[in-house]
C-alpha cells in the first residue's frame, strides 16, 4: 500500500507541467498568428500607400496635360528648349501641402527634381554635367546653378492645394523634348553632336526631329503640319514617405493633311470637265500659276510671306487614274500630278469613328432624315456656311451675304446619299456610305465618304471644293449634265477643323531611382 502511495505521489506535476507546455506553444502560436497579421497589416499599408503616390504623380500628368490644351490659363507651354537665362524653357507647376516648401531646383530640398540632368539639355550646362547623366539608374546630384532658367505655376487643379489636405504630388515639371531627352534611347542618332539636343516634333504618326528651315514645330512656313513634342515629369511624396515619379510624353495632333486634293482607295474614274489643283491654296497664289510649255511643268508663287506648299498631288490613289482628257485639268507641284497605286495610309472606318463622337448626325434634328440604311436624296443641304467663293486665303474667311455668317461643323450621314441643287458646307462631312453630288456644291473643309463618291454636274450649278477629299473606294468625277467641278487642295481649310482639346498621351513610364 505505501508502494502504491510513492508511485502516485512521484507523478504528481505532470499534468501541470504538460498544461504549462501547452499553453507555452499556443502563445508561441498566437504570437507568430500575431506577427503575420501585422505584417501582413504593414505590406498592405506600404502597398496603399505606394498606390497614393503613383496615382497622385498621375494626376498632376494630367493636370498638366489639360494646362497644355489651346486656351487653358494660366498657360504652361515651355518656348524654346530649357537652357540658362530661359525663363520659360521649364515650367514647374507646383503643389503644396501648406508646410514644406516645394523647391524642385534647389538641391536641398525633400523635393529636389533629381531626375533633369538624365534630359541632357546641352543649354543647362551645369546639370548636363552631372556624373549621374551616363549612369541612368542614379538620381541627380548637382542643380543649374544660373538663375532664370525655369518659370512656376502654382497647381489650378486640385481645390485643396497649400493645404494639409492637398493631393500628394508636389511638382510637375513640363519641357520639349529633344533627341537626347531619352537616351540611350534617340529619335534620330547622334552625328557628332549635331543634332544631340534638337526639339523632337510629332507628325501625327511618328516622332521626328525639327527639320531645317522651321524654327519650332508649329513654323507653317515650309508647308509642313507637326505638333511639338512636351515630357511631363510628376513627382508625389506622401506623408508616410512613399515617393513615386513618373514620366510622359504628349502631344497634340497635327491637323489632318491629306496627299493630294483627292485621295483614293480604288480606281478614279474621270469623265467631263473638270480642274483639280494640288497647290495649296492657303499657301499658294493659284491665280499667278505658270505652266512650262516644253516640260508641261506647273509652278506657283507663294503667297505675301508664305512659301508654296507643292508638295501634294492633284489626286493620289490606292488604285489606277484615268489620264485626263482635254477637258480635265490637273495640276499639282508633283509631276507627274497624279499618283498611282501607292500605299494607302488611312484608316477611313477609324477616321469615321473618331469624327463622328460629337458630330451632327442628319438622321436627327435639325435634319431628320430616314436612314434605313441608305439616307436617300436631299436638296440644297447646309452643313456649316462656308465663307464666299472663292474663299480669301490671307485674312479670316469672309462670308458670302446670301450665305449668312461662317460657321463650321462636323456632320455624320449613316448611309449612302445623293445631295442636290446646290447643297453647301463647311467642316467636316462624313459618309458612311456612297456620296453622289449632283446639281453642284460648295464646300469648304474635308469630306471623307467610306464608299463610292460621285460628282456629277447639274446644268449651271457647279461644285467647288476648297480643301480636300478622301475617298475609302473609288473617286468618280461624272460631268455629262454640262457642270464642272473644282476641287483645290487647301490647309487652312482642314486646319479649321481642329478643336482644342488636351494632347495625346504618346508613352508613360516611371522612373525608379
Request: aromatic share 8%.
Amino acid at each position: 500500500m505505501a508502494n502504491q502511495i510513492e508511485v502516485r505521489n512521484s507523478q504528481r506535476g505532470v499534468a501541470l507541467l504538460m498544461c504549462m507546455f501547452a499553453l507555452l506553444l499556443i502563445t508561441a502560436i498566437a504570437m507568430a498568428l500575431m506577427f503575420m497579421t501585422d505584417t501582413e497589416t504593414s505590406i498592405n499599408s506600404n502597398y496603399r500607400d505606394t498606390q497614393r503616390a503613383y496615382f497622385a504623380a498621375s494626376a498632376g500628368l494630367q493636370e498638366a496635360r489639360v494646362r497644355l490644351m489651346e486656351g487653358a490659363a494660366p498657360t504652361v507651354t515651355p518656348a524654346g528648349m530649357p537652357a540658362a537665362g530661359n525663363a520659360t524653357g521649364v515650367y514647374y507647376i507646383l503643389n503644396s501641402n501648406g508646410t514644406d516648401a516645394v523647391e524642385p531646383w534647389t538641391l536641398s530640398s525633400k523635393y529636389f527634381d533629381d531626375q533633369l540632368c538624365h534630359e541632357k539639355f546641352s543649354g543647362l550646362g551645369t546639370i548636363s554635367g552631372d556624373p549621374a547623366v551616363s549612369l541612368p539608374s542614379l538620381p541627380c546630384t548637382t542643380t543649374q546653378g544660373a538663375a532664370g532658367w525655369y518659370k512656376t505655376e502654382a497647381s489650378t487643379f486640385d481645390p485643396l492645394t497649400g493645404t494639409s489636405n492637398a493631393i500628394d504630388y508636389n511638382w510637375v515639371r513640363i519641357t520639349l523634348k529633344g533627341n537626347e531627352s531619352a537616351s540611350p534611347h534617340y529619335v534620330e542618332t547622334p552625328v557628332s553632336g549635331v543634332n544631340n539636343n534638337m526639339p523632337v516634333c510629332w507628325d501625327g504618326k511618328r516622332q521626328v526631329l525639327l527639320p531645317a528651315g522651321m524654327a519650332n514645330c508649329e513654323d507653317r512656313g515650309l508647308g509642313k503640319f507637326y505638333q511639338s513634342v512636351w515630357r511631363l515629369t510628376s513627382l508625389a511624396v506622401t506623408p508616410l514617405g512613399s515617393r513615386r515619379m513618373l514620366q510622359m510624353e504628349v502631344a497634340q495632333n497635327p491637323p489632318l493633311m491629306t496627299n493630294a486634293a483627292v485621295d483614293s482607295e480604288d480606281h478614279v474614274t474621270l469623265n467631263g470637265k473638270l480642274d483639280i489643283n494640288g497647290f495649296d491654296y492657303c499657301s499658294c497664289d493659284t491665280s499667278k500659276c505658270v505652266t512650262n510649255s516644253t516640260t508641261k511643268i506647273t509652278t506657283c508663287p507663294g503667297r505675301a510671306g508664305k512659301v508654296c506648299d507643292n508638295t501634294k498631288w492633284a489626286i493620289y490613289s490606292h488604285g489606277t487614274v484615268d489620264k485626263p482628257n482635254n477637258s480635265e485639268t490637273l495640276i499639282a507641284g508633283r509631276t507627274p500630278p497624279v499618283a498611282q497605286e501607292q500605299e494607302w495610309d488611312y484608316d477611313i472606318p477609324g477616321m469615321i469613328e473618331r469624327f463622328k463622337d460629337g458630330a451632327v448626325n442628319v438622321a436627327n434634328a435639325p435634319y431628320n432624315w430616314t436612314c434605313n440604311p441608305a439616307c436617300g436624296t436631299h436638296s440644297s443641304q447646309v452643313f456649316g456656311i462656308p465663307p464666299r467663293f472663292p474663299p480669301n486665303p490671307v485674312d479670316a474667311p469672309l462670308s458670302d451675304p446670301s450665305l449668312g455668317a461662317v460657321s463650321s461643323q462636323i456632320t455624320y450621314i449613316p448611309g449612302d446619299a445623293t445631295l442636290t441643287s446646290s447643297a453647301k458646307g463647311n467642316g467636316i462631312l462624313i459618309v458612311d456610305g456612297d456620296l453622289d453630288i449632283h446639281g453642284g456644291m460648295q464646300f469648304y473643309g474635308l469630306i471623307i465618304v467610306k464608299g463610292v463618291i460621285k460628282f456629277t454636274g447639274g446644268g449651271s450649278d457647279k461644285t467647288n471644293i476648297y480643301g480636300a477629299v478622301l475617298a475609302g473606294q473609288k473617286s468618280l468625277v461624272d460631268n455629262t449634265l454640262g457642270g464642272s467641278a473644282v476641287i483645290n487642295f487647301n490647309a487652312c481649310a482642314l486646319n479649321q477643323n481642329e478643336t482644342p482639346q488636351p494632347p495625346i498621351m504618346l508613352n508613360l513610364h516611371e522612373l525608379t531611382f
